[in-house]
């Protein structure tokens, strides 16, 4: 499944994880530093499984709770009309 950013989102790194910026409502949305992970693995290769599996290298305690949250993140950008799958 392809996982793309919607045609008016911007993304910019921070020290802290990344940013978002949907350029037609001004709002914008970050990320911190797992979520960001997460995100550049779903850009990367669109699947949620191998997102969960990048959280885990980078946060091993996440453990089982990783798909679940690797879900909930993409419903969340999902919603908020962010991304495109």
């Known amino acids: 499944m392809s996982f793309t950013l919607a045609r008016h989102v911007t993304r910019s790194a921070t020290e802290g994880g990344m940013v978002l910026l949907d350029e037609r409502s ?3 949305w970050q990320l911190n530093a797992t979520g960001a992970t997460v995100l550049e693995a779903l850009l990367d290769t669109g699947d949620e499984a191998l997102a969960a599996a ?3 290298e980078r946060c091993p305690s996440a453990g089982d709770r990783a798909e679940r949250d690797v879900g909930r993140l993409v419903a969340m ?9």
């Not at 950008?77 to 799958?85: E, I, M, P, T, W």
């Open 54 to 56: 990048a959280l885990r």
């Open 77 to 85: 950008l999902r919603d908020a009309g962010l991304v495109v799958s």
């Open 26 to 28: 001004g709002r914008y």
